[in-house]
């Protein structure tokens, strides 16, 4: 089974780009992979598993800019296919 590096938060914002509020928000919405309890004793530490992390931003819909040839329904469309 491959080893997965665990991140720490500071880590997932620089590879997301997200804000802490954001990704809390988007973990509660069930759209962001939920962290592991890395504490013990009442100790709030926590960590992600990169591979999820790597996961979840190959997910990530692409954004074709408006004007390049495709309107943004059509990009929409294509993106869901």
């Known amino acids: 089974m491959p080893t ?36 013990e004793g009442g100790n709030r530490s926590l960590g992600w598993l990169e591979d999820e992390i790597d996961a979840w931003i190959t997910d990530r819909p692409r954004v074709v800019p408006q004007g390049h040839g495709r309107s943004k329904a059509e990009a929409i469309a294509a993106s869901a296919a």
């Open 4 to 39: 997965s590096s665990i991140l720490r938060f500071a880590q997932v914002r620089e590879k997301t780009g997200l804000s802490r509020a954001t990704v809390y928000r988007r973990i509660r919405a069930g759209t962001f992979p939920a962290p592991l309890d890395l504490g």
